[in-house]
C-alpha cells in the first residue's frame, strides 16, 4: 500500500475546494504585488476556514518538517509572502478566515479572523459609526493577519499610532500546531510578560494569526484636507511642528508628495495636477474629526495664513467637496502604482527622526546621483513619523536591467546615510527577504541574538517562513 504523503493529508484535511495544487491555480498566491522579484513556487496553496483547519496543518507540517508561508492579501512588498524557488513550501492563505467575532461597542473593540480585509472590516464597522484607523493605501487586499504581521503604519500614525498600539489581543496558532489566545477586549492587563508584542511585526516567523481583537475609534464625521507647495523642503518639519501645536488631536495625516510623483500619477493614471504653481516639494495635509466641518475649516484657514505670510508655502488648494478629498489621496496613494508603471525600481521604506528628513533626502540624493547620474528621485510619504518611501527610478536612457546592476551600491550609499541620522531600514515594510542583509548590517548584534533566541525556542524546527528576517 502506498503511504499517504503529509500533502494528501492536508488535502483530505481541507476537502476538494480548501487547496491549490494545479500550476495555473497557484500562481496568483506565488507572486509578489511589485515586480519579479520573489516570485517562487509553492509545494500547495492551502486555504483553511477554521482554526482547528490551521492547527491541523501546522501539526503535519510541524511533524513533517515541511516550511510554511502565512500569507494574507500579499501586498507585503519585501518577498515575506510569496514562497521560495526550491517548490517544497506550503503557503498558508488565511483568506477563508475573514468573519468578524464580536463587536464591543461600549470598550470600542473588534474581535476578528485574519483574513478579513482591511477595507471590508471598515466598511462593516461604519454601519455601527466606528472605524479600525489604519490607512494604506493596499487597504481593498491587504487583510488583518498581514497588517498585525508587519505592524503596518500609514497615512495616520501621527494620530493614531502603528498597528501596533491599535492590538488589544491575538489568538495564534504555535509551531507545534498548539494554540494561544490571547484575545482580549482588556485595556489594562499586566500579568507579566506582554506576549502578544512577540508576534505583531513578526513577519509571520513566529506562528499564524488566526484572530484579533483591535481597538477601534469613533468614525470621523467632518474632514478638511489641504494640498501645499513647500517654497522649500526644509519647511516640511517646520509646518508639521507648528501644525502639532495650532491644529492639535485634528491633525491626521501629513504626506510629502514630490513634483515628479504628481506628475507620474498625471502620466500613467489619469489624475490632474491639482496646483497651479506645483514646487519641487508638496505637503498633504489632513484634519478629521467627529465634529462640525466648519470648526475644522476654520482652524485650517487659521493655521494656512500665517504659512503663506511667512513664505512657508507658496501655493496651496483646499478640498471643497468628498470628491476633491478623494483626487487628492488618489494622487498620494498611487505613487507606488505610477511608478510600477513607469520603469525600473529601488526602494527604501526608511524613517529618520523627524527634524532630520530635509537633511537624510539632501544627502541622499547626492549620494544616489552621484552613483547613477540621471537616476530618477522620488521621497514621498510619511513625514509627520519620519517615514520616507526614498524611491529611485532608473533615468530614462538607462535600460531596467542595467539600473538594477546598481542597486547593491545604490543601498549601501542610502543605508549608511539613515544609519548615521539614527534611523532605520524599515519603518513599515518589515524586512523579509528583501533586507534581511541590511538586517544583519545595521541592527545590534545583542539585538539580533535575542531575536535568534526567541525564534528558536517557539519555532525550533524553523518551519515558519524560513529565511525570511533572518
Ligand atoms: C499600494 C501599496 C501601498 C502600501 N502602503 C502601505 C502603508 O502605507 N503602510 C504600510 O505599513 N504598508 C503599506 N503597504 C505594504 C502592505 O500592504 C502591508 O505590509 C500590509 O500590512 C500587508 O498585509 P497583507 O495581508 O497583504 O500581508 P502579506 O503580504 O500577505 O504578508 C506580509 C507578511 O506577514 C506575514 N503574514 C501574513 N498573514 C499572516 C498571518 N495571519 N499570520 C502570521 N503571519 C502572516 C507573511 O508571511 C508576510 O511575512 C502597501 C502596499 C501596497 C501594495
Redesign the pocket.
Known amino acids: 500500500m502506498t503511504p499517504i504523503t503529509p500533502l494528501d493529508q492536508i488535502r483530505t484535511l481541507l476537502g476538494s475546494s480548501g487547496f491549490l495544487d494545479q500550476p495555473q491555480d497557484k500562481e496568483p498566491y506565488e507572486k509578489?504585488?511589485?515586480g519579479k522579484d520573489f516570485h517562487g513556487k509553492a509545494a500547495l496553496v492551502a486555504l483553511p476556514t477554521s482554526v482547528e483547519q490551521v492547527q491541523k496543518i501546522v501539526k503535519i507540517c510541524h511533524h513533517h518538517r515541511i516550511p510554511i508561508?502565512?500569507?494574507?492579501?500579499?501586498?507585503?512588498?519585501?518577498g515575506?509572502?510569496t514562497p521560495d524557488e526550491s517548490g517544497s513550501e506550503i503557503v498558508l492563505n488565511?483568506s477563508r478566515m475573514k468573519r468578524l467575532r464580536t463587536v464591543d461597542p461600549i470598550g470600542m473593540s473588534v474581535t476578528v479572523e485574519?483574513?478579513c480585509v482591511l477595507a471590508s472590516l471598515n466598511d462593516q464597522l461604519a454601519e455601527q459609526n466606528l472605524w479600525f484607523p489604519v490607512?494604506?493605501?493596499?487597504e481593498g487586499?491587504?487583510?488583518?493577519?498581514?497588517?498585525?504581521?508587519?505592524?503596518?503604519?500609514?497615512?495616520n500614525v501621527i494620530k493614531y499610532g502603528?498597528?501596533r498600539q491599535l492590538v488589544m489581543g491575538l489568538e495564534?496558532v504555535l509551531p507545534d500546531g498548539s494554540l494561544l489566545e490571547l484575545l482580549s477586549p482588556l485595556k489594562k492587563d499586566n500579568t507579566g510578560y506582554d506576549l502578544k508584542q512577540l508576534?505583531i511585526g513578526?513577519?509571520?516567523?513566529l506562528?499564524?494569526?488566526?484572530a484579533a481583537t483591535l481597538s477601534l475609534v469613533a468614525k470621523p464625521t467632518a474632514y478638511q484636507t489641504a494640498f501645499l507647495a513647500l517654497s522649500s523642503l526644509e519647511h516640511a518639519p517646520i509646518i508639521l511642528q507648528k501644525a502639532m501645536h495650532r491644529l492639535r488631536e485634528y491633525l491626521v495625516a501629513c504626506e510629502l508628495v514630490p513634483r515628479l510623483a504628481v506628475e507620474l500619477v498625471c502620466k500613467h493614471l489619469g489624475a490632474t495636477q491639482p496646483l497651479q504653481n506645483p514646487t519641487d516639494y508638496m505637503l498633504l495635509l489632513e484634519l478629521s474629526g467627529t465634529c462640525e466641518e466648519s470648526l475644522l475649516s476654520n482652524l485650517l484657514q487659521g493655521f494656512l495664513e500665517p504659512l503663506f505670510e511667512e513664505n512657508l508655502i507658496t501655493d496651496g488648494v483646499l478640498a471643497e467637496s468628498g470628491k476633491q478629498r478623494a483626487q487628492l489621496w488618489h494622487i498620494r496613494?498611487?505613487i507606488?502604482?505610477a511608478e510600477k508603471k513607469e520603469g525600473a525600481m529601488v526602494n527604501f521604506d526608511i524613517t529618520v527622526p523627524i527634524d532630520h528628513v530635509p537633511a537624510f533626502i539632501t544627502e541622499a540624493s547626492t549620494a544616489v546621483s552621484t552613483l547613477v547620474p540621471g537616476i530618477r528621485i522620488l521621497p514621498f510619504?510619511?513625514v509627520g513619523d519620519g517615514n520616507i518611501h526614498f524611491n529611485l527610478l532608473e533615468p530614462t536612457p538607462l535600460a531596467p536591467t542595467a539600473f538594477l546592476t546598481h542597486k547593491p551600491a545604490l543601498k549601501k550609499a542610502v543605508y549608511d546615510i539613515v544609519h548615521r541620522h539614527q534611523g532605520s531600514i524599515s519603518?513599515?515594510?518589515?524586512i523579509?527577504r528583501e533586507r534581511k542583509g541590511e538586517l544583519a548590517t545595521y541592527k545590534s548584534t545583542p539585538a539580533l541574538e535575542l531575536m535568534r533566541t526567541i525564534k528558536q525556542a517557539i519555532d525550533y524546527y524553523g518551519v515558519f517562513?524560513p529565511g525570511?528576517v533572518f
Open positions: 509578489p504585488w511589485r508561508v502565512p500569507q494574507g492579501g500579499n501586498t507585503g512588498l519585501v515575506g509572502s488565511l485574519a483574513g490607512s494604506i493605501g493596499s487586499s491587504a487583510e488583518i493577519g498581514g497588517l498585525v504581521s508587519t505592524n503596518a503604519g500609514g497615512v502603528t498597528t495564534v508576534f513578526a513577519e509571520g516567523t506562528g499564524v494569526i488566526t496613494d498611487h507606488s502604482e510619504g510619511h519603518a513599515e515594510h518589515g523579509g517562513n525570511r
